[in-house]
């Protein structure tokens, strides 16, 4: 059974690691799912793609949270947190602007 105390301890011994691998990682999935949307992939890739930039998004939230429990606050824990809320409100954004789209892309071809 995982232990939460485990678990932190290890997200803030090994944060460079962390953080060197996570903010790439939802940095660029988001970008994915942006491009899936611009070129006008099916709804399905771009649900796939912004449910793994999510992930990569909470991973960062809840690392984050790790160093909140431990009282450290400093610039880097909230830019972090702003980065991670900022892909989320992306990735939702991109799929219900992209579902807009393709309602009225729909309605003017018919016309």
Not at 84 to 107: E, G, M, P
Request: hydrophobic letters at 55%; proline letters at 3%; glycine letters at 2%.
């Amino acid at each position: 059974m995982l232990d939460f105390h485990n678990l932190a301890e290890f997200s803030r011994a090994n944060c460079v690691g962390i953080c060197a691998f996570i903010v790439p990682a939802n940095l660029l999935a988001t970008l994915s799912t942006i491009i899936l949307a611009v070129i006008g992939r099916p709804t399905l890739q771009l649900w796939q793609s912004a449910s793994i930039a999510s992930i990569f998004a909470v991973l960062m939230v809840l690392h984050v949270y790790t160093w909140f429990m431990a009282n450290v606050v400093m610039s880097p824990t909230y830019i972090l947190l702003g980065l991670a809320i900022t892909c989320l409100l992306t990735n939702v954004a991109t799929i219900i602007l992209q579902k807009r789209y393709l309602h009225r892309f729909k309605f003017s071809q018919n016309a």
